[in-house]
């Protein structure tokens, strides 16, 4: 009984230290500025007001682009959805063919393919702006959606793979002798049963993109940026009083998208990590 | 349906040869079991059969055709597997028109086959239920009927009882020799378990480390097994072997025994006796059916008595398993129930025409070296 109070006292002080930013984020984005400037960092707001939200959703400027953050909301949408759906793609069908069609030093190329996870993302701006540009690749969210989704294959491949070495290989033998081919066996038998590495793959993809900077600020610019470097843009250039009630709005706002996922399928994630490793 | 002719077959992993020379050959509407311990190669050479596997050296024919380089698909087979593989996200009915699909058949055909099956393995109320929601005898029927609908060249067991319990397995097992019986395909059945062979086979194939010790039908090889493994591995109990010496008259051998003193089994009934020599070493095999305390076990000259002293008894229902001593091993004799008691003498029969002679070295028959 003492353990359990202590287990439960632990947990609710660890979440209260965990949660305390996001507080003081949110109760800092309802308050005037001068009431901000007067100090007391944890007291309520006096005059709750949503005007700070209005302005950093609508009409704030980032740069010369006086359209609030919704625009480059969209620009993260359009890069991110794709590059999460494609990466997700072929990392299924990567970590099939390393597991179901084996072949001579499969198990090599896996680990190349696994090298991938480890390169860290300055190592390769110079490469991967010489290749795009060599491929005549301009166009912003295109050049991000190559990038994204080629970094995020290693990762990807990995989860589905190790997802796969618990699927029976009789089920796949049983398909072959009925006749079915490489992508039927794949579509009709190991996907339908691969929803918990589906969502695993998706958020820690979408979450990913959705917060890279680097690579969104060196191969976007203007209006065309995603909503992180738009962030930082607002954040950044100020003239007079610091708006603090704005940045909190922002921030707020462009961290709501991977909030959300996570509260949506943060069961399935927990779920389907542990799946994924049992055994491989 | 159509024969099977395995001619020469050898499979290699890298340098390491699993299978060796396998060479058999069973007709149409013949039941072929393959029957091994476990690591033997007989679901190797299943999957050989399948194509699921290349073949490294030597010959496969279905019904007329070589089919080596075939891809399953194209080989006309249908295969059951050991943990059914059904496929997790389809219901029953999908699965077992899986392979229709795929091959183009027209749907109402389909149906009409789905009932024809789900009325043979009365499955009917099961089609449109998945695989986790069913029992294992029924996700065995389901296996068994996606193979059906297929009406193959050759059906393809591997080890399709042994995830059942007990007594299902029973049960299951009079259904697939009905089955059999029944719709008269060609079947190969794998199976570690010798009462599958001996139950279900028109033919067996004893293996052993990648080599057939035996082909041949059941009976043939529970009375006359090739050598002492095969002895050994078929029937239940097993064939006993223990060692012993030919007398001087080249007519009897001697058994040492450590409570009975030493025991001479007459040869002179014995098929092998010519092919042995005064002073040979040889091992001896009895099945524990030769045993009896009763008269009368057979003709009177075929019958010879022993005195030895009983060290347990194991009633089993219908019978009592006897164990005694015999040339340091332990030997068992099925006699009539509470007919002797433990750690008493007891005189039994041996029925001197069932004596089977082993090489001491190589272990092989006498009969057939």
């Known amino acids: 009984m003492i353990s359990r109070i202590l287990i439960y006292a632990s947990l609710i002080v660890l979440a209260v230290i965990f949660l305390l930013p996001l507080w003081v984020l949110i109760i800092t984005s309802l308050k005037d500025l001068d009431e901000i400037y007067a100090g007391g960092i944890m007291d309520l707001p006096q005059n709750p007001s949503l005007q700070a939200w209005a302005r950093a959703w609508g009409t704030v400027c980032v740069g010369l682009n006086c359209t609030g953050l919704k625009a480059f909301y969209a620009n993260t949408f359009m890069m991110a959805i794709p590059s999460v759906f494609l990466s997700t793609f072929f990392g299924a069908i990567l970590g099939y063919i390393l597991i179901k069609w084996r072949f001579k030093n499969s198990e090599l190329v896996f680990g190349l393919i696994l090298f991938g996870a480890f390169m860290p993302f300055q190592a390769i701006l110079i490469p991967v702006s010489q290749t795009l540009s060599y491929m005549g690749v301009r166009d912003p969210v295109l050049s991000l959606i190559i990038i994204h989704t080629t970094y995020g294959i290693p990762f990807t491949t990995l989860f589905f793979r190790n997802y796969y070495v618990t699927f029976p290989d009789e089920l796949v033998n049983a398909a072959l002798i009925d006749g079915a081919g490489f992508f039927r066996i794949f579509f009709k038998i190991l996907l339908p049963v691969s929803t918990p590495i589906i969502v695993v793959a998706v958020i820690f993809q979408f979450t990913g993109i959705w917060n890279d900077f680097l690579f969104g600020v060196s191969f976007a610019s203007g209006k065309d940026v995603p909503v992180t470097v738009a962030l930082n843009n607002i954040v950044n250039v100020t003239t007079g009083r610091k708006q603090y009630d704005l940045d909190m709005a922002a921030a707020v706002l462009a961290a709501l998208p991977t909030l959300l996922v996570y509260i949506v399928a943060g069961k399935y994630f927990l779920r389907g990590l542990t799946a994924g490793s049992v055994k491989g | 349906m159509a024969q099977l002719v395995i001619d020469n077959i050898t499979k290699a992993f890298g340098a390491v040869e699993v299978l060796t020379d396998i060479s058999l050959q069973i007709g149409d509407g013949e039941f072929l079991v393959l029957v091994g311990p476990s690591g033997c190669g ?89 695989p986790a929601q069913l029992s294992g005898g029924q996700r065995q029927r389901v296996a068994i009927g996606r193979a059906l609908v297929r009406d193959p060249k050759l059906f393809l067991f591997d080890e399709p009882l042994s995830n059942l319990d007990a007594k299902l397995r029973v049960e299951m097992r009079t259904e697939i020799k009905q089955l059999h019986q029944r719709l008269g395909t060609t079947i190969v059945y794998v199976t570690h378990d010798q009462i599958e062979a001996m139950t279900l086979a028109t033919k067996i194939a004893v293996m052993n480390g990648g080599v057939i010790q035996q082909f041949g039908t059941p009976q043939d090889i529970y009375d006359n097994p090739t050598n002492v493994f095969v002895a050994e591995f078929i029937g239940s109990p097993p064939m006993n072997i223990f060692p012993g010496k030919v007398c001087s008259d080249g007519n009897s051998a001697e058994i040492q025994t450590k409570k009975s003193g030493n025991v001479v089994l007459e040869l002179d009934r014995c098929e092998a006796r010519d092919m042995i020599a005064p002073g040979q070493e040889i091992l001896v095999g009895v099945r524990p059916e030769a045993f ?78």
């Open chain 2, 42 to 130: 007989k679901s190797t050479l299943l999957n050989l059969i399948a194509g699921l596997e290349s073949i490294t050296s030597g010959e496969l024919l279905i019904g007329e055709s070589v089919v080596n380089d075939l891809s399953p698909k194209n080989r006309d087979i249908a295969m059951v597997f050991q943990s059914y593989a059904l496929y997790p996200s389809m219901t029953v009915r999908q699965n077992i028109t899986f392979g229709m699909d795929v091959r183009g058949v027209p749907k109402v055909e389909q149906r009409e086959k789905v009932q024809e099956v789900a009325d043979l393995l009365q499955i009917g109320q099961l089609l449109n239920r998945r």
């Open chain 2, 292 to 369: 009896s305390n009763q008269a009368p076990l057979g003709a009177e000259g075929n019958v010879q008595t022993v005195d030895l002293i009983i060290d347990v008894v194991e009633p089993t229902g219908p019978d009592d398993l006897v164990i005694i001593e015999l040339g340091g091993k332990e030997v068992v004799a099925r006699l009539e129930p509470q007919s002797c008691a433990p750690e008493t003498v007891s005189t039994l029969l041996i029925d001197k025409t069932k004596l089977a002679l082993f090489d001491a070295d190589t272990e092989r028959n006498l009969l057939q070296s």
